[in-house]
């Protein structure tokens, strides 16, 4: 045999037993891990019990099972790492730990047990982190949405879930996750974002933000659309900020994600059917009842099915000021959605009926676009006129000006620009004592 036969077959042979004291390794975390949750059972979901007390438990736990163990030889370095791994997997989220922690990634995303993706920046990354299989994976989704009551199983394979600090979380498993389970977390800011936060991002200009917060305050009805991930939700809680502390606010969620800072506020979130199918609350169900509560706004996280037809009810029978998000491409789409939406609640109505109640309804679109930069924008600003025959009128009052080009680091240069249309709603303002400034609608030339 050659010299370079030999080199090669050392390495090969050095490779494989590499991968073997991996596989030895990742047995024992699993053999650890499982002792861990044995011995102490109820203790790890013990209220009374610090965090500081209950990591302390952990780890001794830990060090004593370790001790035990006599199958794979570690160094100092690697008993700490197996260590601080297996106490991450038990009292948090395993290996997506510190993304959760990291204040500039906005999402993670889980593709099976060994491919996790993180958006940062607008930009998506792949990791190198990984899950021992698939069941470790499981064990950490299934611990996800425990903590809200939720369950996961071959029955329930999909959920919608949230971290104790709101982050959206939805997992979906076998038998409908090939290759899965499938985990994607939407991060919520430590801190709420406000609205000098989105001027300063330029998700919108501050023309726009004082425009918007003045429709708002006086009571209008107002629909935040756009695709998945473009900040539906972000701009939701900023408008919802702008309501008046005295005024009574019911939130309707599939998962509580809003987080208002005024004193008057009922959150309500839906609820799955349990194990026998029975005790659903769907959204809709949480729209009718909050009409029974008083309210003086209803705020609906996303509207996505037959609620639409008792929102836009509610918004023409004195619940006016209500705000919700719709997915959709643009504001003319979103009529379109809220006319299919009306359809889905099973009710036999004329087409013209329902855009009548539409064009009665929505006062104001603001839609929001992820753009190939990564930002977030508003990129129109649109009014709902009336009716006008069979069809719904709308005019654009603010556009985003795509011809401005990009810059030399790939970003966007365009901004809102007021398209010089007064709104027919002035009057409605002038009514409640808010005024809007004539020059917040001077026209403003778009670039070709």
């Known amino acids: 045999m050659s010299l370079a036969d030999r080199v090669k077959a050392a390495k090969a042979a050095e490779v494989t037993l590499e991968g073997h004291r991996e596989e030895m390794r990742q047995d024992l975390r699993r053999k650890l891990h499982y002792k861990v949750v044995e011995g102490l059972g109820p203790t790890l979901y013990d209220r009374q019990m610090s965090d500081a007390e209950l990591k302390l438990r952990v780890m001794e736990m830990l060090e004593w099972a370790l001790d035990q163990e ?6 100092r370095a690697d008993r700490l790492q197996l260590l601080q791994e297996i106490a991450d997997d038990v009292l948090g989220y395993g290996p997506i730990d510190p993304f959760l ?5 906005t999402e993670v995303m889980v593709n099976g047990p060994h491919h996790v993706w ?14 021992v299989d698939p069941t470790h994976l499981e064990r950490i989704i299934e611990k996800i949405v425990g903590q809200v009551g939720r369950r996961i199983d071959e029955s329930t394979p999909m959920v919608d879930a949230r971290l104790p600090d709101g982050s959206r979380v939805n997992a979906v498993i076998h038998p409908l996750a090939i290759g899965g389970p499938f985990l994607t977390i939407r991060k919520f ?3 709420p974002f406000t609205s000098d936060d989105l001027v300063a991002n330029a998700t919108f200009s501050e023309q726009v933000a004082g425009f918007v917060r003045r429709c708002v305050q006086g009571r209008l009805n107002v629909i935040v659309s756009g695709s998945t991930g473009s900040g539906k939700t972000t701009l939701l809680n900023v408008l919802s900020s702008y309501i008046p502390d005295a005024e009574r606010i019911v939130t309707i969620e599939d998962a509580a994600e809003l987080r208002l800072n005024q004193m008057h506020v009922l959150s309500l979130e839906s609820r799955p059917p349990n194990l026998e ?3 659903h609350v769907t959204i809709r169900d949480l ?11 209803i705020v609906v996280g996303e509207a996505r099915g037959g609620e639409a037809l008792d929102m836009l009810q509610a918004m023409n029978t004195g619940h006016d000021g209500s705000l919700t998000t719709i997915h959709s491409n643009s504001p003319r789409d979103t009529l379109a959605r809220i006319e299919t939406m009306v359809l889905m609640a099973g009710m036999d109505l004329p087409v013209r009926a329902i855009r009548e109640q539409v064009a009665s309804a929505v006062d104001l679109i603001v839609h929001l676009h992820r753009l190939r930069d990564g930002t977030r924008r508003v990129t129109q600003v649109t009014e709902v006129v009336g009716m006008e025959g069979d069809i719904i009128t709308t005019q654009d009052l603010f556009l985003f000006d795509y011809g401005m080009g990009i810059d030399d680091e790939g970003r966007y240069r365009g901004r809102l620009k007021a398209t010089g249309i007064r709104p027919t709603f002035s009057d409605h303002l002038s009514n409640f004592g808010i005024a809007l400034p004539a020059d917040l609608f001077e026209p403003e030339p778009f670039a070709r």
Do not use: C, Q, Y
Not at 70 to 75: A, F, T
Not at 101 to 105: A, Q
Not at 118 to 131: H, S
Not at 287 to 297: A, E, F, H, I
């Open 70 to 75: 006599e199958s794979v030889p570690l160094s």
């Open 101 to 105: 922690s990291d204040p500039e990634i």
């Open 118 to 131: 993180v958006e940062r920046a607008g930009k998506l990354t792949r990791t190198d982190t990984k899950f």
């Open 189 to 191: 800011a430590v801190d």
């Open 277 to 279: 199918g029975k005790g």
């Open 287 to 297: 729209v009718r009842n909050s009409l029974r509560m008083r309210p003086d706004r």
